[in-house]
């Protein structure tokens, strides 16, 4: 590879920086022509994508005038560069001139019907790395002086990487369509739902959940960045069921595992939830009272300090509580209780 220069460098990362911040393969494929024609100077350049042996997305910067896309679909298999790679696999960037000499080139059809009347007298062609199932090549043609040295070994630098940056424009395109179908079926449903992903911000949020959490819910739930408000504080605490005050309201909220994210789902309570109603489900008051803090989201300390009695007493009456409802954990008790009120 050629000694490439500190500026060459820069131009490679930035190149490579806007393919990574396409959202999704038509911003990729939008991209990388004007990015490749910047990098190393071009009169044509075309990105040719293949499924196996399918076409997916064919583009040229600029376009080609009508007689000369009518030429090249009569002699493309011709196309020397083209020849050399099916014979070896080897997708690294080849000139023309690598190939055979430029007497003999002038010679070929493909030149006396699409190269010559192009202007076109040189080629460089490459494929990124990639598996059999997908092929990418990228042809960037001029007239005038040859590509250099230089050239290549910016096309190096830059190829690797850019099918990586192809790879996550595909995940973000997947993952995109996901939770568009996810919201879609949220929204049918009227489920009221925060989703966050394992870093702990929001991915996405039901209209239905916004609605609950009422004008505050704009500036509290904006995808990227952790939940804010009464809720934000409820998530960060880690707990599995429980309430938040909203606006004078109370929304009972129940976290279940999403992958290696949470989903908070939340709802209106059905109607209020009593120490009294909590002892027809075979408590004792003082048990009562313990599920009743828990399920308003009170922490063991904050139970003790209410009731007067020692984190360890609140311990015991939550083991007696499971024991009674037939449960497993708090977080299935507190779900017990909101049932049990009609939540």
């Not at 080139?105 to 030149?111: K, M, N, Q, S």
Request: glycine fraction near 10%.
């Amino acid at each position: 590879m050629a000694q490439l220069r500190e500026s060459d460098l820069r131009a490679v990362l930035d190149f490579v920086g806007e393919a990574y911040d396409a959202q999704d393969r038509e911003e990729f494929r939008a991209a990388i022509l004007p990015g490749f024609r910047r990098l190393v100077p071009s009169t044509y350049a075309s990105y040719n994508e293949l499924a196996g042996t399918t076409p997916v997305a064919t583009l040229a910067e600029p376009e080609l005038p009508d007689w000369a896309t009518a030429a090249w679909e009569r002699h493309a298999p011709e196309n020397p560069l083209l020849q050399r790679y099916l014979a070896t696999r080897d997708g690294r960037a080849v000139r023309f001139s690598d190939v055979a000499p430029a007497r003999e080139l002038r010679r070929l059809p493909i030149f006396e019907d699409f190269y010559t009347p192009l202007g076109i007298s040189h080629q460089v062609a490459f494929v990124l790395p990639s598996t059999p199932e997908l092929t990418i090549a990228v042809v960037l043609s001029r007239g005038g002086r040859d590509f250099g040295a230089r050239d290549l070994g910016l096309l190096e630098l830059a190829r690797p990487h850019l099918i990586q940056a192809y790879r996550a424009a595909e995940l973000r395109e997947r993952l995109l369509a996901t939770i568009g179908g996810l919201r879609a079926g949220l929204e049918a449903e009227g489920t009221a739902i925060v989703v966050l992903d394992g870093e702990g911000a929001v991915g996405l949020a039901s209209e239905a959940a916004r609605e609950l959490l009422g004008p505050a819910a704009e500036a509290d739930l904006r995808e990227g960045r952790p939940p804010g408000g009464p809720l934000g504080g409820w998530a960060k605490a880690g707990r599995g069921t429980g309430t938040i005050e909203v606006d004078g309201e109370t929304l009972l909220v129940r976290r279940v595992r999403a992958g290696e994210g949470t989903a908070l789902v939340l709802g209106r309570p059905g109607r209020a939830l009593s120490p009294d109603a909590l002892r027809l489900l075979g408590l004792t008051g003082r048990e009562a009272a313990v599920l009743h803090g828990l399920a308003h989201g009170r922490s063991t300390e904050e139970l003790a300090a209410e009731l007067s009695i020692s984190p360890r007493t609140v311990a015991k009456h939550v083991q007696r509580i499971n024991a009674k409802l037939g449960v497993r954990d708090r977080a299935q008790a507190i779900a017990t209780a909101w049932a049990a009120a009609g939540g």
